[in-house]
């Protein structure tokens, strides 16, 4: 049995050495919580529905409007897909690779999505959109507010899957503090209200190797994007 998961991910993250609750819930902040766990009991089913939407449109490095290759490559599901260009960052209806619509939302990314938002105090979420992302060792994205969605009133349901990753939570400017949380697979975040547009940022990937996963974190993150 491996013990990736009780494995320390650095030397400032006292939590990690303490007892864990596998299905915990923590406050980041106000209107942001880790549900921790929650995504396993939608496990099988998801990861089956994310190697169909995978076949259908394939993992891609996207360019941002700077001209830099992200080291996150990204793909989408929904009637809307995040897409990043030199023209800039935006929610489209079609992929930009194959010219076709986003595969459609599977039933159980609705599913977990819905749950996980009821939880933490979002009776009505229905989710439009899911950005999937996917993180090799290196990968990291830099601190950064979501704020392509239309209505900033609905929050964002992110889940984490395969190898762990220092989730960085910060305030509303780009200088205020920086929480660290170490995601883990089936870990999901959920923040909205007041701290739908604080930055956050995801540490280079550490390398290793996840029971199902192999070496690679995935993220999915739900929004309500039209
Ligand atoms: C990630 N997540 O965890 C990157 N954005 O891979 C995000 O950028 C993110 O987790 C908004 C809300 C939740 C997130
Ligand atoms: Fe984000």
Same mark, same amino acid.
């Given at each position: 049995m491996k013990d990736l998961f009780d494995t320390p991910d650095s030397l400032d993250a006292p939590r990690d050495v303490v007892a864990r609750d596998a299905f915990s819930r923590e406050v980041m902040a106000e209107n942001a919580v880790l549900l921790r766990g929650k995504a396993l009991a939608f496990e099988t089913d998801v990861l089956a529905a994310l190697n169909a939407i995978i076949a259908r449109a394939p993992f891609r490095r996207m360019i941002t409007p700077g001209g830099f290759i992200m080291?996150?490559?990204?793909?989408?599901?929904?009637?809307?897909?995040?897409?990043?260009?030199?023209?800039?960052?935006?929610?489209?209806?079609?992929?930009?690779? $194959?010219?076709l619509p986003w595969p459609a939302l599977?039933?159980?990314?609705?599913?977990?999505?819905?749950?996980?938002?009821?939880?933490?105090?979002?009776?009505?979420?229905?989710?439009?959109?899911?950005?999937?992302?996917?993180?090799?060792?290196?990968?990291?994205? $830099?601190?950064?507010?979501?704020?392509?969605e239309r209505d900033l009133?609905?929050?964002?349901? $992110?889940? $984490?899957?395969g190898l762990p990753a220092t989730f960085q939570f910060g305030g509303l400017t780009r200088t205020a503090p920086v929480g660290r949380y170490v995601l883990r697979h089936g870990d999901v975040a959920v923040w909205g209200g007041r701290s739908r547009l604080c930055y956050h940022g995801?540490?280079?990937?550490?390398?290793?190797?996840?029971?199902?996963?192999?070496?690679?974190?995935?993220?999915?993150?739900?929004?309500?994007?039209?």
């Open positions: 080291s996150v490559a990204m793909t989408n599901c929904g009637a809307a897909g995040w897409i990043t260009d030199r023209t800039g960052y935006r929610y489209g209806r079609l992929d930009p690779d $194959s010219g599977p039933d159980c990314f609705v599913d977990l999505a819905g749950a996980a938002a009821r939880e933490a105090g979002y009776p009505d979420f229905v989710p439009d959109a899911c950005l999937i992302n996917r993180y090799e060792p290196g990968a990291r994205l $830099s601190l950064h507010q979501d704020k392509n009133s609905e929050p964002i349901v $992110s889940v $984490s899957l995801v540490t280079a990937l550490k390398d290793g190797e996840h029971e199902k996963l192999g070496r690679m974190r995935l993220n999915l993150t739900f929004r309500r994007a039209l």
